[in-house]
DNA sequence: CGGTTACGTAACCGTCAAGATACACACGGC
DNA sequence: GCCGTGTGTATCTTGACGGTTACGTAACCG
């Protein structure tokens, strides 16, 4: 469940999850995209299924991925926290009190 | 400019990223709230820079570390792109059209 | 059944990144 | 001009990661 920004911390895995976006594609759908050989794209695979970013259905010896809907929520819900106290921290008043607080721990030091 | 993603891949500097969300902080400031030495946390204030995540002011020595507004809007963007792609992709019409592709990908193999 | 296809895993190697220690440099106080 | 403080950099070591080759396994096809 967790490991979601590790695995998307990889360009190739990056892409991957781009064309999963636009289609389902089996493993060796996905490796014909890439110089990469197959084992390495099925590592890549797996650390995507195992972050739970994506899942694989297994079609007679294919098997088929495709994105788990609602896998980037968690990232996406992180980076709007951020924003927000950080918003909130831009407030001219909150602003002034730092710089209060700074001023402060600067006469203590 | 870019290697948000990488540099957000750290769990040390996500922590790093909330608690500079919440006020400013001198590298010191920073560095007391982790168990890593200073000079590990000072390059992880450095990929971050590098990242164009968090900024630094120089107050006498110390140096002021803020976030970036709008630092995160990439990779929040990435994810809504990855979702919208992915959201027409689950439509019913789009999803049938997909197993027919798929059944006849699979007569042809 | 044998052969092919599709995929994963194991073992190995090169590289990079994260940690600690030691050092160097800038700034303020005396 | 010295000393302490606050940071960043250099260097080394170690552990994780990405890539490849070789192998094992499951499913269709004749």
Known sequence: MSGTF??????TRRAIVEHLAREELTAGDVAALFD?????????LRVLRDAGVVEAEAVAQRRVYRLVPGALDEVEQWCR???????RRLDALDTEIARGARARRQDEG
């Open 36 to 44: 990469t050989a197959r084992p390495g794209i099925s590592r890549h």
């Open 81 to 87: 926290e951020v924003r927000s106290f950080w918003g």
């Open 6 to 11: 590790e695995a998307l911390s990889d360009p």
